[in-house]
């Protein structure tokens, strides 16, 4: 007795389900997003018609893929700020094991102080002739700090100036202006034959920089940021006069630098494809720069151990 058509239709359709369960079928290849411009490239591109951009692997394509693991707001101000704040940390906890918390004479100005010989280990800048053997040190310098204060107004000039140089510069071309006035702070420092440690060089060179950028604009708003710039040196200064082991010289070169950058440096974020990669390149050759001179760092640091 033949099975009714109901049963019948039902039995086709889950042999053929059953049948599709052990099937492969071909992948279907869908169009992609350039990462540099956006486009809409072909599945099998290897190349954006636009912009002719890498679709396997690219600066841009790569900056993208780090962003999504950054705040979306001044992420680059944001990691500045954790590095030094780690490194402090780092440089606190070995300080303690060799000589307790806080410097050993006491007072307001050295709560929290580390020890010169754990920045020392830990990459502080240093006279001329040492710092040809050791490069790196003008980087590492940059996230280095010598006591709880240093630190905390450092961090305050940087949270109030840094996520300002990042919209206006974009996050790429920020960190390079940051570590470039940085590094020329710490070699005006290491020719006048100092010791020095903090970020306050690359801080003065973002002043200067934003200086650059408003010195030729007469709106309210350029003027009003003048004056905010103008204070924070006035500050800065007066704490170079009353405070002792200010290092000016590196104040001075980062400031320098800064405003040379600025003004060679148009005073927005890239616009186009190609702007877009010179700024891309030079983000990332500063996050390599500052990658290698921390591994030269540990690594010097576990040779003394």
Known sequence: ????????????RWRSQLAGMFRSEPKQMR???????????????????????????????ASKTLG???PQTSPVTYALLTICCVM???????????????????????LGGIATQVNYRLGAS????YNFAQPWRLVTAVFLHGGLLHIGFNMWVLMDIGPMVEEMYGSARYLFLYLATGV???????SMGHFSVGA???????????????????SLAARALRSSLIRWLIYIAVLGIIMRGTDNAAHLGGLAAGYLLGRVMADRPPLDVTERRRADLLGWLAGIAVAVSFGFMFWNYLQNV
């Open 31 to 61: 169009p992609r997003l350039c990462p540099a411009c956006g486009t809409l490239v072909g599945a099998a591109a290897t190349k954006c018609h636009q912009c002719g951009a890498s679709m396997k692997y690219s600066f841009a394509a």
């Open 126 to 129: 240093l006279p001329l002739p």
């Open 88 to 110: 402090y940390g780092l440089a606190i906890i070995i300080t303690t094991k060799l000589q307790g918390f806080g410097a050993p004479q006491g007072g307001l100005m050295n």
């Open 200 to 218: 306050s060089a690359a801080l003065l060179g973002l002043i200067g920089v934003l200086l650059a950028a408003t010195s030729d604009r007469k």
């Open 184 to 190: 020329a702070g710490y070699v005006a420092s290491s």
């Open 68 to 70: 999504r693991w950054m």
């Open 1 to 12: 007795m033949p099975l009714p058509i109901r049963w019948r239709y039902k039995l086709d």
